[in-house]
Nanobody
Framework: QVQLVESGGGLVQAGDSLRLSCVTS????????MGWFRQTPGKEREFVAT????????DYAVSVRGRFTISRDNAKNTVYLQMNSLKPEDTAVYYC?????????????????WGQGTQVTVSS
């Protein structure tokens, strides 16, 4: 059984930092790209960041580039999202996702497995 479990969300003030974790089980971690997405009520699920399996190259949404950092610890089957300089517009439910090899890692449909999400709320 494949499982992705996010943690680390919470309520913070603008300018603060949070570190999200996504612990995976039941999959061969190095065979998957990992992604972070976020979603607010009434909006589409939005790409945040992704990290690939081979060279650990990463990509970010323009809105978070320079503030967020995605990383992975293969020994722990875990992916992280370090979020700095948080803004109120970062408020969302953040989802961790795992996707098999493929070129389209910036869209949700490329990912096979999803976590249940963790709430991040940034107050002004």
């Amino acid at each position: 059984q494949v499982q992705l479990v996010e943690s680390g969300g919470g309520l913070v003030q603008a300018g603060d930092s949070l570190r999200l974790s996504c612990v995976t089980s039941g999959l061969t971690f190095n065979h998957y790209a990992m992604g972070w997405f976020r979603q607010t009520p009434g909006k589409e699920r939005e790409f945040v960041a992704t990290i690939r399996w081979g060279d650990t190259s990463s990509d970010y949404a323009v809105s978070v580039r320079g503030r967020f950092t995605i990383s992975r610890d293969n020994a722990k089957n875990t992916v992280y999202l370090q979020m700095n300089s948080l803004k109120p517009e970062d408020t969302a439910v953040y989802y961790c996702a795992a996707g098999p090899m493929g070129p389209r890692l910036l869209i949700p449909s490329s990912y096979t497995y999803w976590g249940q999400g963790t709430q991040v709320t940034v107050s002004s």
